[in-house]
Every structure is written in structure tokens, then in C-alpha cells.
């Protein structure tokens, strides 16, 4: 009788935990297929994302984008930047881009070898038109 009662207890257990640990497993797998580039946008800007948008007044609105790298290449119309994946992105400048440092900034700032943050539109064609370029101090 008390052998049985143990085994009951045992396979009991053992039921609970497996359980538990499928619904978790279930729960993290419909968690990442409803996890949409804006739902990501939003869950970065709640974990201290606005960084990016505190020298320019104003938090990051749909169709821009931000990204980070290091400028191997720019002319007066375009900047060609190394992602840190290893991947390049063209960025092009307009009239109305923004190079922001400590200090108010020129394109002449922005140099091959350093490291920018970019926030901007994306275009057709996967680069970006800048609307701010960040130079970054590392």
C-alpha cells in the first residue's frame, strides 16, 4: 500500500513538472511568433531605448529606424556604414540631416573609422535616408 501511494506521488510529480515546463516552452514559442518589429520597437523603448531619441527632443516614430556602425566610406550625398553583424548599410544625407555630437556638429565630423548612431527613414532599395547622425566617442 505504501509503495503505491509513492509511485501515485511520484508520477504525480512528475506530471506537474512536465507540465509546468511545457506550458512554459508553449508560452515563450506564441510569445516570439506575435513579436512584430513595432512590438520590439515598443519593448526597447520601455527598457531604456529613448536614448537614442534624447538629443533630438522627441521619441521614434513609425517608418524610421536606427541603427549603429562604423563609416568606411561617404562623399557629399551618402555614408557607407559596417553594421556590427558585419553587413554594410548606405545611408544618405539630406538637407535637412542633423549631425549631432557633444557639441553641434558638421558632415566634416563624421569620419571613416568612427562610430555613428543613424536614425532615419528606410527606403525601397534597404538603405536609409538620415535624419540624425549621432557620432559616438568610443
Known amino acids: 500500500m505504501k509503495k503505491n501511494l509513492f509511485v501515485f506521488l511520484l508520477l504525480l510529480v512528475i506530471v506537474l513538472v512536465g507540465g509546468f515546463l511545457g ?36 521619441r521614434q516614430r513609425a517608418g524610421q529606424n536606427f541603427l549603429s556602425g562604423q563609416v568606411i566610406s561617404k562623399d557629399e550625398k551618402s555614408l557607407t556604414v559596417k553594421l556590427p553583424d558585419g553587413s554594410t548599410k548606405i545611408i544618405f544625407l539630406s538637407q535637412s540631416t542633423q549631425i549631432l555630437k ?23 532599395d534597404g538603405s536609409l535616408t538620415a535624419r540624425t547622425i549621432q557620432v559616438r566617442n568610443r
Do not use: H
Not at 104 to 124: F, H, M, P, R, Y
Open 23 to 58: 506550458g512554459m516552452k508553449y508560452g515563450e514559442s506564441k510569445a516570439l511568433k506575435n513579436l512584430t518589429p513595432e512590438k520590439m520597437r515598443e519593448i526597447f523603448q520601455q527598457r531604456g531605448g529613448q536614448f537614442f531619441a534624447q538629443n533630438q527632443g522627441q
Open 102 to 124: 557633444s557639441a553641434e556638429g558638421s558632415i566634416d565630423d563624421v569620419q571613416v573609422g568612427k562610430e555613428i548612431l543613424v536614425a532615419g527613414n528606410q527606403n525601397t
